[in-house]
């Protein structure tokens, strides 16, 4: 492919996730502040929030599995949680984390695991359009050409 | 049954006789004395009444001995029944016998030798069964004799029992008696009078040895007497009746001529036997730990004296109940004597407590006339003070030119001194530590040395000086210290120097900047140097007088003021030199004097540290309240700014915004890492921004303790938080917050707070 058509698939791509708010304004945020001395920054910042979010979700998990739920533990890693998908700009997951606190608050332990079911969902189809994303990206600039920012303007 | 029978049969008898009288028609024999009173008739008659009487009596007793073996439980009833029959049958012989003396048929003379062979039978068998019955009868004899000793002794053994059964019976009494108290002569004198009592004694006497253990002298006699002479109360304790009594343990009986036996007999008449026993007098020093240890033991003496003229010795009883009541008597005072210890303990110690208790009134009065003394002092001193402050600050805000502007400016700078020296002197007094809080802003350097020139220079225009004043011009203007502080010691240097001279003279000053051009000796010094961070000025100020060569001892036209004594040797340090030390040692820095050859001070040397700080004032004066472009690198740049957050990615992302802005960013991780950053005093960050949302120790905590441990202004301190609290505002400012920034950040809205942040810490300086 072309250096011109991929970019074209490339913004293409995003004015999609944008529009079915898997990502909002805070990413394009993210994508400014990468240039000339940081040209890795969004790239580094996604692998951290894959990182952590991994760590997250497994700490979840087993806090549910519990015989006894500690509402305040898995409160505070929900929180957390929205908090670095928010300042990552991924929209949906952040949604499921704000209902998911609710239910902590409630401590309704079934609705708890609805919850965090539907996050792991949101953050695996997440997941998956950012590594698309990030592959688009590095497939154009092996070929030599540069991520067109500018035509993100909406 | 058979004794009424008896006279009965008596009668009968005497009537066969009179019967039988009758009968003198047969043959006699010629045995007879013819015409006297034997005659045959009289003869026979005799013999028959003989015979018949023995009849009687020989039916009598059998009669008897039946009913005395048939009432009573006689041995040998066999032997008895042998004898009755022996003599039932004599009886029945001679019964017979008397009708013979008559004509008599041939059937009674057939009954006759009949009843005679039975008798002669059974009195042969008599003979001989009586003959083995004797030993029989003595044995038992003999046994009935032994019984009887037997008898005599148990007899005795109860008596003795009986005996001792009473004295136990006394020496419990008097045993309870004693130790029916507690007290030491009580124990004693009922001691003596139970004893004597129960004994029946004439006197009865303790005898106690001295505190030198010379004499034994006579505490607690019980009968007074008349005593001829008083050194008959003591006895020296080598005395051999003394040492016998010591050393033995039971009970002695002393000669009457004994000294001690004399000197106890109290007065009247011959006294009887004398006895006497020690008893131990433990002391409580002698229970360590629950027994007695063996030591020499203190021994008193207790003496009985029986009353004289009776027939009466000691008795072994008597001597018993003695031992016994000796015994008890030591146990009961050894008891008396812990209690008096305990008492007089108590009693030094409720004394002790008396004076503890004045102590403490005494002290706490004392501490509350210091108290008022200091409010006093400290109302009388700072009224004054606050007042003349006021109508100064009322003075700068009025028109002014610029002279008097620096003159006021001057006037407000001595007196704020002057307020932090009435409050140190009155923290110092109440505190006693000595710390100085520094408070560490920023002000500006030109401004404080201009009007350190200016009081320098009327000070020595009052005292008739010369002034001179030297600064060098690459001295920085903004840089962050203790300006109230700086401006007191440079104060002092001044007012030190200028007291200490009397004579005409000029005072020089000058302000450098100390690049480490001058040589230091002082390792210490050059240890400092090494270690500083970038960004710290060394300014150094020094202060000289230089005499006239012309010397007008004597008078001097001004009297100085506040002079103080100086000793000869050396440059006497006062007080304010120490505190002016102290505060130049808290800003790192130096200060000396070189004294003159009279002590007096003749320069004084003084090297601080100063932060630099960036000009902000320049640019906000530039870009004024709002600025179109967000980054405005000038505000920013070079700012030292350090990154609390737990969440890897936010503070990845919070670390490229802040770094968009220009400022130089260092991140951690946790609250206690950021405090640690923190460490030293003097910090080289400006902003600290804090998410307030971190595990172990969040952000409120870290802010407070940075603000209580660290200064109070600085650095300035930005919480990060997504909650939209209208309370979270409030409480972050009571904390010392000085701004918040809303979660999800974004560039501009970092910007905005940091400015209005910087920009409000600039103001208040």
């Given at each position: ?154 | ?105 041939f059937q009674l003379m057939v009954a006759l030798t009949v009843f005679k062979i039975l008798t002669a039978l059974v009195s042969c068998a008599t003979a001989i069964t009586l003959f083995t019955l004797i030993p029989l009868l003595l044995k038992v004899k003999v046994r009935e004799f032994m019984l009887k000793k037997k008898a005599w002794d148990l007899g005795r053994e109860v008596g003795i029992i009986m005996k001792q059964k009473e004295a136990g019976l006394h020496v419990r009494m008097l045993t309870q008696e004693i130790r029916k108290s507690l007290d030491r002569h009580t124990i004693l ?305 001044v007012g030190n120097l200028l007291d200490g001279n009397n004579r005409k003279g000029s005072v020089a000053l000058r302000f450098l900047l100390d690049n480490g051009s001058q040589e230091r000796n002082d390792h210490k010094w050059a240890a400092w140097r090494h270690s500083t961070i970038d960004g710290d000025v060394y300014i150094r100020f020094e202060i000289t007088m230089n005499n006239d060569a012309s010397e007008s001892d004597g008078s001097s036209s001004v009297t100085p003021v506040g002079a103080r004594s100086y000793a000869s040797d050396g440059i006497d340090e006062g007080l304010s ?189």
């Amino acid at each position: 492919m072309e250096v011109g058509q991929m970019q074209r698939t490339w913004v293409e791509y995003m004015k999609s996730l944008f529009r079915e708010g898997f990502l909002d304004g805070q990413f394009t945020q993210l994508q400014l502040l990468q240039d000339e001395s940081n040209p890795d920054f969004v790239v580094e910042v996604v692998s951290l929030f894959f990182e952590d979010s991994e760590r997250l979700l497994n700490d979840l998990t087993r806090a549910l599995d519990q015989q006894i739920v500690d509402f305040k533990r898995v409160d505070a890693h929900v929180h957390q949680f929205k908090g670095s998908s928010s300042s990552i700009g991924a929209q949906r997951v952040r949604n499921a984390c704000i209902a998911f606190r609710n239910f902590c608050e409630e401590q309704n332990s079934e609705m708890c695991l609805k919850c965090l079911q539907q996050v792991k969902q949101e953050y695996n189809l997440v997941k998956n359009k950012l590594e698309n994303l990030i592959r688009l990206e590095q497939q154009i600039v092996a070929a030599g050409g540069s991520i067109p920012m500018e035509e993100l303007s909406f | 049954m058979l004794k009424p029978a008896a006279p009965g049969l008596l009668f009968l008898f005497l009537l066969l006789i009179s019967v039988s009288a009758d009968d003198n028609g047969f043959s006699r024999c010629n045995c007879d004395d013819e015409g006297s009173l034997w005659s045959i008739e009289n003869i026979l008659d005799c013999q028959k009444v003989g015979d018949f009487l023995i009849a009687v009596a020989y039916f009598s007793i059998p009669i008897e001995l039946l009913y005395f073996v048939s009432c009573s439980n006689v041995p040998f009833k066999w032997v008895l029944f042998e004898f009755i029959a022996f003599i039932v049958l004599c009886g029945l012989t001679h019964l017979l016998n008397g009708w013979t003396y008559g004509p008599h048929p041939f059937q009674l003379m057939v009954a006759l030798t009949v009843f005679k062979i039975l008798t002669a039978l059974v009195s042969c068998a008599t003979a001989i069964t009586l003959f083995t019955l004797i030993p029989l009868l003595l044995k038992v004899k003999v046994r009935e004799f032994m019984l009887k000793k037997k008898a005599w002794d148990l007899g005795r053994e109860v008596g003795i029992i009986m005996k001792q059964k009473e004295a136990g019976l006394h020496v419990r009494m008097l045993t309870q008696e004693i130790r029916k108290s507690l007290d030491r002569h009580t124990i004693l004198y009922t001691t003596l009078v139970e004893l004597s009592k129960t004994l029946g004694l004439q006197n009865c006497a303790v005898w106690m040895p001295n505190q030198i253990r010379t004499e034994m002298n006579l505490t607690h006699p019980l009968n007074e007497g008349n005593y001829s002479s008083m050194d008959n109360r003591s006895i020296p304790i080598s005395d051999p009746d003394v040492v016998r009594i010591k050393g033995s343990d039971g009970v002695n009986i002393l000669r009457p001529e004994s000294a001690l036996a004399a000197a106890s007999s109290g007065g009247s008449g011959e006294p009887g036997p004398v006895a006497a026993i020690r008893m131990p007098m433990l002391r409580v020093c002698n229970f360590k730990g629950g027994t007695p240890e063996i030591i020499q033991a203190c021994y008193a003496i207790l003496v009985l004296v029986l009353p004289g003229g009776q027939p009466r010795s000691w008795t072994n009883q008597e001597l018993e109940i003695i031992k016994v009541v000796a015994d008890q008597v030591a146990v009961a005072l050894s008891h008396a004597a812990v209690l008096e210890e305990s008492q007089l303990m108590r009693e030094k110690l409720e004394e002790q407590n008396r004076a503890l208790q004045q102590a403490k009134m005494n002290a706490m009065m004392a501490s509350q006339a210091r108290t008022a003394f200091q409010k006093v002092m400290s109302d009388g001193m700072k009224r004054p003070m606050h007042s003349i402050l006021g109508l100064i600050s009322m003075i700068q805000d009025g028109n002014l030119s610029t002279e008097q502007q620096i003159l006021v400016d001057a006037m407000m700078k001595t007196s704020n001194v002057l307020a932090t020296l009435i409050n140190d002197v009155m923290e110092i007094s109440t505190k006693d530590s000595g710390r100085f809080p520094l408070e560490v802003r920023s002000f500006r350097l030109h401004a404080t040395i201009k009007e350190a020139a200016c009081l320098a220079k009327c000070l020595c225009v009052y005292r008739g000086f010369g002034f001179s004043i030297n600064v060098d011009k690459s001295l920085p203007d903004h840089v962050m210290g203790d300006e109230r502080r700086v401006f007191q010691v440079i104060l002092h240097m001044v007012g030190n120097l200028l007291d200490g001279n009397n004579r005409k003279g000029s005072v020089a000053l000058r302000f450098l900047l100390d690049n480490g051009s001058q040589e230091r000796n002082d390792h210490k010094w050059a240890a400092w140097r090494h270690s500083t961070i970038d960004g710290d000025v060394y300014i150094r100020f020094e202060i000289t007088m230089n005499n006239d060569a012309s010397e007008s001892d004597g008078s001097s036209s001004v009297t100085p003021v506040g002079a103080r004594s100086y000793a000869s040797d050396g440059i006497d340090e006062g007080l304010s030199f120490s505190v002016c030390k102290k505060l130049v040692q808290l800003m790192h820095g130096k200060i000396w004097a070189v004294p003159n050859s009279q002590g007096f001070p003749q320069s004084m040397g003084l090297i601080l540290r100063f932060q630099l700080r960036p000009s902000l004032s320049i640019a906000i004066s530039e870009s004024g309240e709002s600025s179109e472009h967000p980054h405005s690198n000038s505000l920013f740049r070079g700012l030292q700014v350090l990154l609390a957050d737990a969440d890897d990615v936010n503070r990845a992302v919070t670390r490229r915004l802040i770094e968009k802005l220009g400022c130089c960013v260092t991140t951690v991780s946790s609250g206690f890492e950021c405090l640690s950053i923190i460490g030293p005093t003097t910090s080289t960050f400006q902003v600290v921004l804090l998410d307030l949302q971190m595990p172990e120790l969040d952000g409120f905590e870290v802010a407070s303790r940075i603000r209580k441990f660290r200064s109070r202004s600085w650095p300035l301190i930005v919480a990060l938080t997504a909650s939209a609290d209208e309370l979270l505002w409030e409480r972050c400012s009571q904390i010392g917050i000085n701004g918040v920034i809303q979660k999800p950040l974004m560039l501009q809205g970092i910007a905005n707070e940091l400015q209005r942040v910087l920009v409000q810490a600039n103001k208040v300086i």
